[in-house]
Structures are given as structure tokens and as C-alpha cells.
């Protein structure tokens, strides 16, 4: 008894509040544990019984023509959008945006330098 009448009254709440803020971490680890468990499993159950298909890898055959003695110096992909910078011949520079899924050229920008 002589030990707990030795405890500060001002920090009574702090035992309480640690044995709370414990059960709650176990409890949110347990339903992190469970959700990774049997979340992943029963999506994909829930697709094969609804008769849902999965991507199929089709493959597609596109062509972009470049210009003679050209090269392609960067590729950068965004969102929907695939941008392949093209070095020419004569040093200028031509951007090609295609669709990201159909492949689909959308415009062509040329920069050139002013001489």
C-alpha cells in the first residue's frame, strides 16, 4: 500500500492511459493482420465468381516513322500519355505524344533554334 500512496496524484491517468493506448495498437494490429490475410483471397474469389476477366495481354503492332538519321533520345510516360523526344538529324528536336493504351499517335511538337 505504501507504494501507491507514494504515486503523484497528477499522474494517476498515466497508467490508464498507457493500458489503453496498448489495447488499441493490438486491436488495430489484429485487423491489419486480418484484412491482409483475407482481404486479397476473397477479391479475387469474388472475380471468379462473377465470371469477371482479367486483362488479357493482347498484343498490339503500332509503327511511328521516324525521320532519316534520327534517334530517339528520351521516353517519358504520364497518366495516359507516352512522350518520345526525338533527336533529328539537323539538331532540332521533335516531342511525339502517343495514347498510353491504344498507342495512338495525338501530335507531334518540332523545336527548333533560331539562327
Keep these: 500500500m505504501a507504494a501507491e500512496q507514494e504515486t503523484d496524484p497528477r499522474l494517476r491517468w498515466l497508467k490508464p492511459l498507457v493500458i ?15 484484412a491482409m490475410v483475407t482481404g486479397v483471397p ?3 474469389a469474388d472475380a471468379a465468381k462473377s465470371g469477371a476477366k482479367l486483362p488479357s495481354a493482347n498484343l498490339m503492332e503500332q509503327s511511328l516513322n521516324l525521320p532519316r538519321n534520327s534517334r530517339v533520345a528520351d521516353v517519358f510516360a504520364s497518366g495516359e500519355r507516352i512522350i518520345i523526344r526525338v ?3 539537323d539538331g532540332t528536336e521533335r516531342l511525339y505524344a502517343l495514347h ?12 527548333q533554334v533560331e539562327r
Design 20 to 34: 489503453g493506448l496498448s489495447l488499441l495498437f493490438v486491436a488495430l494490429l489484429l485487423a491489419v493482420i486480418v
Design 42 to 44: 476473397q477479391r479475387s
Design 87 to 89: 533527336r533529328l538529324a
Design 100 to 111: 498510353g493504351q491504344t498507342l495512338s499517335p495525338i501530335g507531334m511538337l518540332t523545336m
